[in-house]
T-cell receptor, first 114, second 118 residues
């Protein structure tokens, strides 16, 4: 059974700081991993999808890395802005042969202070 | 990207009534849809997976008679919470994906439905 853990649970930083969010997963036989953003009371916005053959993906100020062998992924946010304040969720498939049923971590609640 | 809508966005109902939530894929055909539940400050928990034209597959611990799922077309899935009770109050989110069960395409998520049972 896939288990996904995110550290830290909450993070508060001043505007402009670079930061790293961590995600670990127990079943490394995954074909991709996703990072999502969730604003309070809202649905999910997909940020980055990393295929198992890739080591990282970049979108603007966001960079996500994937290390299957160690069961870890990181989301790097450069030059953080108050608008980045949200909960960031990491999700991994529940094993390679389980279709795309996703297992989510509990998220990191990010606050960027102006 | 693909768009998934949910209706209603919020619903308040009395205990004992049934509530239906719709999930629609607006610009693609969703062979597979997923229903998640999220408690405050918690992550999403998968409730069930539905494939168009067949019965939904429920996760362990989810009552299929309590949470009725119908995926009657390639663009619509519905979740009906039957005889709702206060403990059913939660945020329900659907996602949709084209392709079959083992297709590795990404899921697109709806905006969620907030259910409050009084």
């Amino acid at each position: 059974k896939q288990e996904v853990t995110q550290i830290p649970a909450a993070l508060s930083v001043p505007e402009g700081e670079n930061l790293v969010l961590n995600c670990s997963f127990t079943d490394s036989a995954i074909y991709n991993l996703q990072w999502f953003r969730q604003d309070p009371g809202k649905g999910l916005t997909s940020l980055l999808l990393i295929q198992s053959s890739q080591r990282e993906q970049t979108s603007g100020r966001l960079n996500a890395s994937l290390d299957k062998s160690s069961g870890r992924s990181t989301l790097y946010i450069a030059a953080s802005q108050p608008g980045d304040s949200a909960t960031y969720l990491c999700a991994a498939p529940a094993g390679e042969t389980s279709g795309s049923r996703l297992t989510f971590g509990e998220g990191t609640q990010l606050t960027v202070n102006p | 990207g693909a768009v998934v809508s949910q209706h209603p966005s919020r619903v308040i109902c009395k205990s004992g009534t049934s509530v239906k939530i719709e999930c629609r894929s607006l610009d693609f055909q969703a062979t597979t849809m997923f229903w998640y539940r999220q408690f405050p400050k918690k992550s999403l928990m998968l409730m069930a997976t539905s494939n168009e034209g067949s019965k939904a597959t429920y996760e362990q611990g989810v009552e299929k008679d309590k949470f009725l799922i119908n995926h009657a077309s390639l663009t619509l899935s519905t979740l009906t919470v039957t005889s709702a009770h206060p403990e059913d109050s939660s945020f329900y989110i659907c996602s949709a994906r084209s392709g079959g069960l083992y297709n590795q395409e990404t899921q697109y998520f709806g905006p969620g439905t907030r259910l409050l049972v009084l």
